[in-house]
């Protein structure tokens, strides 16, 4: 009888684990072939596109790494991400705080208009945002950047940070305001350091979805010496455009640091989206 429960839950199982690699190779091939055809020359890339190198060409590599533009776009984007997800990430917590452990006229309203910036296209709000860095002399301002970005990620963040903040069992807080802590000496000293897996969701969020935007930056900075590297990319490949090995080398070190990134907070990233699912 076990063993036939076994059976049924494998044969429910097996669909999605078929989806999931389906779409893991979807994701993971792009990838493969841009490292691959980094280390090859033109004319093998042109030759056998899927195939390992007849001999490793690290030479496309090396060069984009000697390269003075490059490690200044990734400054620049490193400071970027960074700085969003700090201003993202300490304005959310704030407010979901707020939305999760004190009750007010209004609260609900409030946080569905947060909510509702979810369904609000970046690209309808670029021409506005362009007369509005402007009139604020924000333009080739990386606070333009900055500001702009945590704006538009203060709905997701909240979202997820109150619901975790709703699932801290209220006997705790209550405990704690006997012992004489205020609200926010227990915002800051309990509910912040139990939140680590949220934090550290919400921070992959920010730092990731920053690292790749291309459109904002791209109407915010006009100077070269602002250029993060997705426009980088973009010149990259405008300068370089027959020399595709080259280009596919540029991408893969560019993805790098937010890969890398990603991979050291994955297991952060599942319990956090998952916290607060059953509880508030």
């Known amino acids: 009888m076990n063993h036939g429960k076994a059976t049924r839950?494998?044969?429910?199982?097996?669909?999605?684990?078929?989806?999931?690699?389906?779409?893991?190779?979807?994701?993971?091939?792009?990838?493969?072939?841009?490292?691959?055809?980094?280390?090859?020359?033109?004319?093998?890339?042109s030759a056998n596109p899927f195939g390992l190198p007849e001999?490793?060409?690290?030479?496309?590599?090396?060069?984009v790494l000697a390269s003075g533009s490059f490690w200044l776009q990734m400054w620049n984007s490193t400071f970027i991400a960074v700085a969003t997800t700090v201003?993202?990430?300490?304005?959310?917590a704030l407010a979901a705080f707020v939305f999760a452990r004190?009750?007010?006229?209004?609260?609900?309203?409030?946080?569905?208009?947060f909510t509702a910036g979810l369904m609000f296209p970046f690209a309808v709000a670029i021409l506005p945002i362009f007369v509005l860095l402007r009139t604020l002399g924000l333009l080739d301002n990386p606070m333009g950047v900055i500001l702009t970005q945590a704006a538009f990620g203060l709905p997701l963040t909240i979202i997820i940070l109150r619901g975790f903040f709703r699932s801290i069992p209220g006997e705790l807080e209550e405990a704690a305001t006997i012992d004489g802590c205020t609200?926010?000496?227990?915002?800051?000293?309990?509910?912040?350091?139990?939140?680590?897996?949220?934090?550290?969701t919400v921070s992959v969020l920010a730092i990731v979805g920053s690292w790749n935007n291309f459109m904002l930056p791209?109407?915010?900075?006009?100077?070269?010496?602002?250029?993060?590297?997705?426009?980088?990319?973009?010149?990259?490949?405008?300068?370089?455009?027959?020399?595709?090995?080259?280009?596919?080398a540029y991408l893969v070190l560019a993805m790098v640091p937010a890969l890398g990134f990603y991979a050291v907070a994955?297991?952060?990233?599942?319990?956090?989206?998952?916290?607060g699912a059953t509880k508030g």
């Open 183 to 200: 609200p926010f000496g227990f915002f800051w000293r309990i509910l912040l350091p139990m939140a680590r897996p949220a934090i550290a």
């Open 102 to 113: 004190f009750a007010f006229r209004g609260r609900e309203l409030y946080f569905t208009l």
């Open 55 to 63: 001999t490793w060409a690290t030479g496309n590599y090396t060069e």
């Open 218 to 248: 791209l109407v915010v900075f006009s100077e070269e010496a602002s250029w993060t590297l997705p426009l980088g990319i973009q010149q990259f490949q405008g300068q370089y455009a027959s020399d595709t090995a080259r280009i596919l």
């Open 87 to 92: 201003v993202t990430v300490a304005l959310s």
């Open 266 to 275: 994955e297991r952060h990233l599942v319990g956090g989206l998952t916290a």
């Open 9 to 45: 839950a494998r044969r429910t199982t097996l669909p999605l684990h078929l989806i999931a690699w389906i779409v893991g190779a979807f994701i993971l091939i792009p990838v493969v072939y841009a490292l691959l055809g980094g280390f090859k020359q033109n004319s093998e890339l």
